[in-house]
């Protein structure tokens, strides 16, 4: 089991930067990846950002989000961390921004996929 808790939300004005969280506590070793979706009133939920937790790495982002938006991974000790560093922010960033680790399953192919309560994020304009 993961439990996934997100921080760093807030108000900011167009233009700003914000850096989310996302803190997993549980066993983390064979993390497949995580990423950040997030899900504006009235609207569904949408892909933001992706790092990939084998190999090296990789990360991924929606088009909205690109050269604004990056994810990083800290894994150290028994904490492992997951952030958002969002600058440039904009009226259409408003969301709440929820944190999704995938872990796959020991001797199998199978993932489980574990989600944050989410953190919200308002750009004024």
């Known amino acids: 089991q993961v439990q996934l808790v997100e921080s760093g939300g807030g108000l900011v004005q167009v233009g700003g930067s914000l850096s989310l969280a996302c803190t997993a506590s549980?066993?983390?070793?064979?993390?497949?990846?995580v990423a950040w979706f997030r899900q504006a009133p009235g609207k569904e939920r949408e892909f933001v950002a992706r790092?990939?937790?084998?190999?090296?790495?990789?990360?991924?982002?929606a088009d909205s989000v690109k050269g604004r938006f990056t994810i990083a991974r800290n894994s150290a000790g028994n904490t492992d961390t997951v952030t958002l560093q969002m600058i440039r922010l904009k009226p259409e960033d408003s969301a709440m921004y929820y944190c999704?680790?995938?872990?796959?399953?020991?001797?199998?192919?199978?993932?489980?996929?574990?989600w944050g309560p989410g953190t919200q994020v308002a750009v004024s304009s």
């Open positions: 549980g066993r983390t070793s064979r993390t497949y990846a």
């Open positions: 790092i990939m937790g084998t190999g090296t790495g990789n990360t991924y982002y």
């Open positions: 999704n680790w995938e872990i796959t399953e020991l001797g199998t192919s199978r993932r489980s996929e574990y």
